[in-house]
């Protein structure tokens, strides 16, 4: 309010200097409202200045944060909100994630063996999807696959690029990792950015996949016998 306040006072004496047909006077208006619109000016910078150092230090305490849970693997987003990673000692896929830079990091640990299903999905239709076997039917739903969306529509920009995991965790049992999320400005697939997204979101959807795969491997044994 005072940055306003000082901008809107020296706008006002500029006003009142440009209307003044005495030369001291004007001369004294012109210079007061030009001071302060500068202290104005000066203040707003050093706001923001000192607001982005904050932002950046809570930045990079939230990864030092989230790169402190023991892991083998890790991604983290661009705004260090969220982190997904894999601990391959503990057979565990883990979620760290918070809503804003302020609040506490919230962790869900989901042993490997409790992961049923893994779908790529992008602006919620189904790219990619691999699941237990001994799921008949899916919690993701039967949406429409995006080979049968392109047939009918010549769109070729996405906005929204991500992995959802069906997990035995019965507080969240759908849970999301966002790739890439453009909101109301989608991009074309033929940009660095959709396709850098895209080449992530593959390796991670094949890492989990596999995870998926070995525990079904390690499960036929013990039905046979059983």
């Avoid at 779908?119 to 949406?143: P, Q, V, W």
């Avoid at 696959?145 to 010549?154: G, I, P, Q, T």
């Avoid at 991009?187 to 079904?216: G, N, P």
Wanted: with cysteine; aromatic share 10%.
């Amino acid at each position: 309010m005072k940055i306003i306040f000082f901008i809107l006072l020296g706008i006002i004496y500029l006003f009142l200097a440009n209307a003044i047909e005495l030369a001291i006077i004007k001369q004294l208006f012109f210079f007061i409202g030009l001071a302060l619109v500068s202290i104005g000016i000066i203040r707003y910078i050093k706001e923001r200045y000192v607001e982005s150092q904050k932002y950046a230090q809570m930045k990079e305490a939230s990864e030092e944060e989230i790169k402190a849970i023991p892991h083998t693997q890790c991604l983290l987003s661009e705004d260090a909100l969220k982190g997904l990673l894999l601990n391959e000692h503990t057979n565990m896929l883990i979620f760290a994630q918070r809503e804003e830079l302020e609040e506490e990091l919230k962790i869900i640990e989901i042993p490997f063996s409790k992961i049923y299903e893994v779908a790529m999905m992008e602006d919620e239709m189904f790219i990619l999807r691999t699941k237990n076997y001994l799921m008949s039917g899916s919690l993701l739903g039967e949406g429409e696959d995006l080979a049968e969306e392109e047939e009918d529509e010549e769109d070729d920009t996405v906005s929204q690029l991500s992995l959802k995991f069906v997990v035995d965790h019965l507080s969240e049992p759908i849970l999301e990792y966002i790739f890439m999320d453009q909101g109301e400005h989608p991009i074309a697939r033929d940009e660095e950015e959709y396709e850098e997204a895209m080449e992530l979101c593959e390796k991670w959807f094949q890492k989990i996949s596999v995870i998926i795969k070995r525990h079904e491997l390690e499960r036929v044994p013990i039905r046979h016998w059983q």
